[in-house]
């Protein structure tokens, strides 16, 4: 299960004053302004923002917000409930045996109130999100309608008329998702997730107390020395973290040089050999935490 909840980074909430390595300067190299690189992750609600110290003055101090991608794109409910399909050739009761399609409908009808047979149109993939998110549901009912931290800020510079520019297209990252990986891999983890489902409020808290603490490197480490054997493979770690890092690096300075931009991200672009900061100071930029 931890695949899942450290790959939706890509978190008990208490709101004191958490450690501000969640948001970094950047500045040096030529740069006329500094710009902003924060660590979002989609499972915290909005009002962790008030206890992370200078976030919103950084907000305001940019004229630009860059995402992992631009999340009003309208075209983007059409393109993933397409990609979300499964082919025709084949279904979900012929990926999994038997005894695999009763466990993993017992699971969604206990979690979810949903039947199998119901999905069965969809990709392993999205009915893994699907019970994912249903059990954060189930151990923080309370914050479901207050999750979107990492495209808050695109809504914000919405209403405020700022530009917002994604890092990557919506369908590079739907691919990602849904295409990335064969059917048989995503059966295989959507047991997994029914199977770890007994660990998820252990692992949610836990995942929460890092980000809430501002601790990247760790929940990096957590997420590359998972033991498990539904723990992703190095080739899927690449392709989620290193290989879009490499991408997203060759465009920040294209637009941190044209304006101040507040760059919201998942928590585990950021830290590692491979992550942002690293390849920003490689670069040529400085990188620093912002402090109170």
């Given at each position: 299960?931890?695949?899942?909840l450290?790959?939706?980074?890509v978190?008990?909430?208490c709101?004191?004053?958490?450690?501000?390595?969640l948001?970094?300067?950047i500045?040096g190299?030529?740069?006329?302004?500094?710009?902003?690189?924060?660590a979002?992750h989609?499972?915290?609600?909005i009002?962790?923002?008030?206890?992370?110290?200078?976030?919103y003055?950084?907000?305001?101090?940019?004229?630009?917000?860059?995402?992992?991608i631009?999340?009003?794109?309208?075209?983007?409910?059409k393109?993933m409930?397409?990609a979300?399909?499964?082919?025709?050739?084949?279904?979900?009761?012929?990926?999994?045996?038997p005894e695999?399609?009763?466990?993993?409908?017992?699971?969604?009808?206990?979690?979810?109130?949903?039947?199998?047979?119901?999905l069965?149109?969809?990709k392993?993939?999205?009915?893994?999100?699907?019970?994912?998110?249903?059990?954060?549901?189930?151990?923080?009912?309370?914050?479901?309608?207050?999750?979107?931290?990492?495209?808050?800020f695109?809504?914000?510079?919405?209403?405020?008329?700022?530009?917002?520019?994604?890092?990557?297209?919506?369908?590079?990252?739907?691919?990602?998702l849904?295409?990335?990986q064969?059917?048989?891999?995503q059966?295989?983890?959507?047991?997994?997730?029914?199977?770890?489902?007994n660990?998820i409020?252990?692992?949610?808290?836990?995942v929460?107390?890092?980000?809430k603490?501002?601790?990247?490197?760790?929940?990096?480490?957590?997420?590359?020395?998972?033991t498990?054997k539904?723990?992703?493979?190095?080739?899927?770690?690449?392709?989620l973290?290193?290989?879009?890092?490499q991408?997203?690096?060759?465009?920040?300075?294209q637009?941190?040089?044209?304006?101040?931009?507040?760059?919201?991200v998942g928590?585990?672009?950021?830290?590692?050999?491979?992550g942002?900061?690293?390849?920003?100071?490689?670069?040529?930029?400085?990188?620093?935490?912002?402090?109170?």
């Open positions: 299960m931890k695949r899942y450290i790959g939706l980074i978190i008990c909430f709101f004191s004053t958490i450690q501000a390595q948001l970094w300067e500045s190299n030529h740069l006329k302004q500094k710009s902003y690189l924060f979002t989609h499972l915290v609600p009002s962790i923002l008030d206890s992370i110290p200078g976030v003055k950084a907000f305001n101090r940019t004229q630009c917000v860059v995402g992992e631009v999340a009003n794109d309208p075209t983007m409910i393109k409930t397409e979300a399909q499964i082919p025709s050739y084949t279904s979900i009761s012929s990926l999994l045996s695999e399609y009763h466990q993993v409908d017992s699971a969604l009808q206990t979690v979810a109130k949903l039947n199998l047979s119901a069965e149109h969809l392993p993939a999205m009915i893994s999100n699907i019970y994912v998110m249903s059990l954060y549901n189930t151990v923080y009912p309370k914050e479901n309608q207050d999750w979107q931290l990492d495209s808050f695109q809504q914000i510079a919405e209403k405020k008329q700022i530009p917002i520019v994604g890092l990557e297209s919506i369908d590079k990252q739907i691919d990602l849904f295409n990335s064969s059917l048989e891999r059966s295989f983890l959507l047991v997994g997730a029914i199977e770890s489902a660990d409020e252990t692992e949610i808290k836990t929460n107390n890092l980000y603490k501002g601790d990247l490197n760790e929940l990096l480490s957590l997420y590359q020395n998972d498990t539904y723990a992703p493979t190095q080739q899927e770690q690449f392709e973290l290193d290989n879009r890092n991408e997203w690096v060759k465009t920040i300075p637009l941190i040089h044209q304006k101040s931009c507040f760059i919201a928590a585990l672009h950021l830290p590692g050999e491979n942002l900061i690293e390849l920003l100071k490689k670069a040529g930029y400085k990188v620093k935490p912002v402090k109170k």
